[in-house]
């Protein structure tokens, strides 16, 4: 019998083991469109189930890219651009052309200027060992530079397959479904959900007799936010319009509070700026730093949220890293939750976040 594959997802569709991955119903072979009951699930109750599959197995599958011809097209979220790059992309795609898409460019203040946006990223993927042929801004949410996306695809391929790559969470199914809306008028082609590892295989979707573009599974970044936080929160803390920057000026010895998830201490310098962009739900809190351990104590999940209560069982323990910040101009990032802008250089601060988040460094990209 011919190999069936799941439209929604990408896994090859079984019909004996409900827990594995793949499973319809026979009756369900019956259809025109077949998904696997997961993806059912997922469509019409917002339902996750796990599958048994291991981070390294979403990588794997990304290596068959280096033994075809095509062009690679790497998605990342503006908004956390250090969270979803795929560090050593090359060695999956091989010597594939690349073009870098930042999606959800709405998120960012309107007074961003988009062309000191598309060198950043360039810049920011060289430092990381990729070459780019081109880089594009978009929304795929709100439907912002797709066709120009659409058209640089169709000239960059030359002929050949699409392959579209990127983490979990970052976009991925969303920008497909639209590019396919925009062009065919097929609407939700393939399943989109809020919450991480949705596309199991390689989507095939046509483009002409000779080739396809392809949805790959989301490489999975375990330093990011959103492996840490139930569904609740990972919405309340993922951006979904124009970020409102939010400024304090803080005195030595003072702590900026993100809920409860994050933590920066203003250890040692003269008075300066700190330019938080987070989601416009986050809350932030200010204190003096002798108080900081005990309203942490006493808050956490209260007046300090998220966490919610579905979190607080996820949530490992704070984790402290310290910097000392010589730079003008530089941003302090906690993947997946957002970063802090910081004007002036010549101070020292210790940022937490939960053990195995990843806290880091880079030129201010606003």
Known sequence: MEAIYCQGCGVEIQTTNPEQPGYAPSSALEREDIICKRCFRLKHYNE??????????????????SKNEGLVVQLVDIFDFNGSFISGLKRHTGSNPVILVGNKMDVLPK???PGKVKLWLKKAAKEQGLSVKDVFLISADKNQGITELSQ????????????VVGTTNVGKSTFINTLIANTSGVKDAITTSYFPGTTLGFIDIPLDDESSLYDTPGVIQRHQ??????????????PNKE?????????????????????????????????CYLSNDMTIHRTKLEKADSLYE?????????????????????????????????????????????????????AYAPKGVKVSLRDSLI
């Open 243 to 275: 970020i409102k920057p939010k400024v304090y000026q803080l005195n030595e010895e003072q702590t900026l509070f993100f809920g409860g998830l994050a933590r920066l201490d203003f250890v040692g310098g003269e008075r300066s700026s700190f330019i």
């Open 111 to 113: 007074s961003v200027n």
């Open 298 to 350: 006493d808050h956490l999940g209260g007046m300090l949220s998220p966490p919610g209560e579905e979190t607080l069982d996820l949530l490992p323990p704070l984790e402290g890293h310290t910097f000392k910040i010589k730079e003008n101009k530089t941003d302090l990032v906690f993947s997946g939750l957002g970063w802090v802008t910081i004007p002036e250089g010549g101070i020292t601060v210790t």
């Open 152 to 163: 640089a695809i169709d000239e960059y391929r030359n002929g050949k397959d699409v392959y």
């Open 48 to 65: 996750v189930q796990d599958v048994p599959y291991q981070d390294d197995d979403f990588l794997e599958m990304l290596n068959q890219i």
């Open 225 to 238: 936010m959103a492996h840490y936080v139930s569904d609740k929160d990972l919405k309340t803390i993922t």
